[in-house]
């Protein structure tokens, strides 16, 4: 499984940069600067602008262009956040299970007080400033340095995870804002541009942005999946993995140290609050669908990538459209159904779920209260129960039913065929009525059987406990319990042929 | 360093909106909630953008509603996603305010047409420039408005805890018990979510929302690493918020000209203040407990690290 998705993702790369490498051609066509990145910085608005140029030959064919992503800029914005969507959701998937969603949020205002600095350092030092290396690795430095302080301040104080993270949040981005201030007011800088980083330009991505987001999708994604069982158990039981000797401490630092290299990238594409829902929504998407952790993690890649692939091109089509809010919104949405029908742990689901079982807990209630009510009105205890038609007051105080309720069961039971018509005020149950209510005491009473004689619960007592679990007994139970009773009155008493009965072959 | 009128009126409106948070940061930290400030802070975008929207006014008053709504129902959506999803909090809560805040986004670039709503001055706020709308007081002095608004959040965050002081603090601490002595837990959550929502908008509208966030979190924090009261703790916090905000308009206008700068943005400088404070607070019980365990070890060898709990 593992070595079958890396190759996939390795071919998937190699298409996008085949894709990719076809743009000069295309470009000088319709007259740009040979050089991708020549193209692009010339206007930077992004396609908003190439739409406007492009004479508009009607929505299928704009439609036609985004699909088959034959606009450069259109495929590189595109591939772009396909590639951040599937890696934030691979990373995504583990931080949500360690419970540190909220880390991405820490994490992407801690990196802004290191672009600002990063900027200032480089424009004392002469130069434009604007260099995206220098600014991403002043991000990736207070990113990393904030996530140690988290887990810092967590470990040597009684402030739980979130109290730390907003700590580090709070502050760092506050330090940034004053940086900033500062960025503002000095005379030999410009500050615009830096803002980009906070609400994100996914129009104006260029070739190295694209570049970068590969080499980090390749990193994480294949770290994820190699360490799979490694991440799985620090977050499953960090206890448990330290005491089998794993490094819990690095691995920990690992998780949170690709979780920052996947936001400091994604920083550029759709900007500081937003990579905050990339790396949460996916994976709490996934979540309601599975309880596996490999198709959890497929899953929650596939649904980020949809995302940010469905976000862009909506993006793309009505240009007005931030992309980055479109694809967050397109997550969101795509949660928002999970969280409804997600088979695993939907809420819809989980509803008729426990409807199912109430109603055969009710219908348990009302059989075994039935079949109790008959065995009671026997004239002698030693007579077979017969199946005769019970007063409907009789019934109503055998257990702590309201009119209201039990008049609802009743309903529900004829619906199934377990009670029959029957003359006003009283109830009778019908011919598979009868047999399954026998069946129901019956294991009720095997359950108490046996814990009167294994679990040493008193015979006043054991009504009640035995009523906590013989709703969910199923064959295999009622099978042992058999064997473990033994005993002839246990035996069904199913009067034997009085012909002899025919082969299956013979029959035919 | 040139210390005028101005100044003074920044000093008082930042160490209003500072108090006004950390008396229900408090509420928060305890109860496992801090990034909620943070939360309701990104998602009030799209209750400014419908409230311009809908009635295509930029009075405070309208915004301020929209804000508040968009706050509060943060917080109600949270608590659904987090008990109807089974979602571990922080994730719903992540969900949910990126997701009105990209709304929020499409919202205003919807309305950009006729609208300047910054959001930039959102996340920043301008309290540099609060002292400059003033409003007449019994027509004598002339008053910054934004310091009454915060001052308004302070005195309705001092009544509420004083008043509900008992409430809150058993439904914090233990909600269980809370229900069976006759307090309503989840009435008192989204009490204290609403409060904390107006808050919040009150005091981003004036003073920008960094701080709201660094407040409601990093004085309450501080306050409780020195302390096991919850009245101290309070007390503390509201302490360490008024020295965060005059130390930090003091370093916004002093601490950039030493290495040859202009000044810089109040809001940043008072929440840096404040992760000062919990820096010294923090390292002082790390050498404290360092020395404590030191001292402890010759008598009861049993105990490798000591709990300030006991």
Known sequence: MKPWLAILALIWCAGAAQLLANQPTRSSERGFASSPIESLSAQTPGHATIAATIPNTGFINDLADVLLLRRYNTRLVILSTTLLGITSGLIGTFLLLRKRSLMGDALSHATLPGIAAAFIFAVKAGGEGKDLTTLLAGATFTGLLGMLLVLAIRNTTRLKDDTAMGIVLSVFFGIGVALLGIIQKMPEASAAGLESFIYGKTASMVWNDFVLIACVTVVVGWSCIMLTKEFAVVCFDEGFASSQGWPTGFLDVLMLGLAAAVTVIGLQAVGLILIIAFLITPATAARFWTHDLQTMLILSGVIGGVSGWLGASVSALFPGLPAGALIVLVAASIFAVSMMTGPARGVIPRYLRRARLQRKVGRQHLLRAMYENLERSRPAPDLPVENLPIQFDDLLQHRSWTLRSLNKLLKVAEWEDHVEASPRNTVRLSESGFGEAARVVRNHRLWELYLIRHADIAPSHVDRDADMVEHILGAEMVRQLEAELGGQELILNVPSSPHVIADAEGAT | ?310
């Not at chain 2, 301008?126 to 007081?137: F, G, H, M």
């Open chain 2, 1 to 310: 360093m040139n210390w005028t009128m101005f100044d003074t009126w920044i000093v008082i409106v930042g160490a209003l909106g500072a108090m006004a948070c950390a008396l229900p940061g408090c509420f928060l930290v305890l109860r496992r909630m801090s990034m909620m400030g943070d939360a309701i802070s990104h998602a009030v975008l799209p209750g400014l953008a419908m409230a311009f929207l809908i009635t295509a006014s930029r009075t405070s008053v309208t915004m301020f509603i929209g804000a508040a709504i968009a706050g509060v129902l943060t917080a109600v959506f949270t608590q659904w996603v987090s008990k109807f999803g089974m979602v571990d909090r922080g994730a719903a809560m992540g969900i949910v305010f990126t997701t009105l805040f990209a709304l929020g986004l499409l919202l205003i670039v919807q309305a950009a047409d006729h609208v300047d709503l910054d959001p930039g001055c959102v996340l920043y706020g301008a309290i540099e420039l609060t002292p400059l709308d003033t409003i007449r007081l019994f027509s004598r002095w002339d008053v910054p408005r934004a310091s009454l608004v915060v001052g308004g959040a302070l005195v309705m965050n001092i009544l509420f805890v004083l008043l509900l002081f008992k409430e809150l603090r058993i439904s914090s601490f233990d909600p269980e018990l809370a229900t069976t002595v006759g307090v309503n837990a989840t009435l008192m959550h989204y009490l204290l979510m609403t409060v904390v929502a107006i808050t919040t908008v009150a005091a981003f509208e004036s003073v920008g929302s960094i701080i709201v966030i660094a407040m409601l979190i990093v004085p309450p924090a501080t306050a409780f690493l020195l302390t096991q009261r919850l009245v101290a703790m309070i007390v503390l916090s509201v302490v360490f918020a008024l020295i965060s905000a005059v130390v930090g308009h003091l370093g916004a206008i002093t601490v950039p000209r030493w290495f040859g700068f202009e000044d810089t943005r109040t809001a940043g400088m008072m929440s840096a203040t404040a992760g000062l404070l919990f820096l010294v607070v923090w390292l002082f019980k790390l050498v404290q407990n360092r020395f404590q365990t030191q001292a402890e070890i010759p008598e009861s060898e049993t105990s490798a690290h000591v709990s300030p709990d006991t």
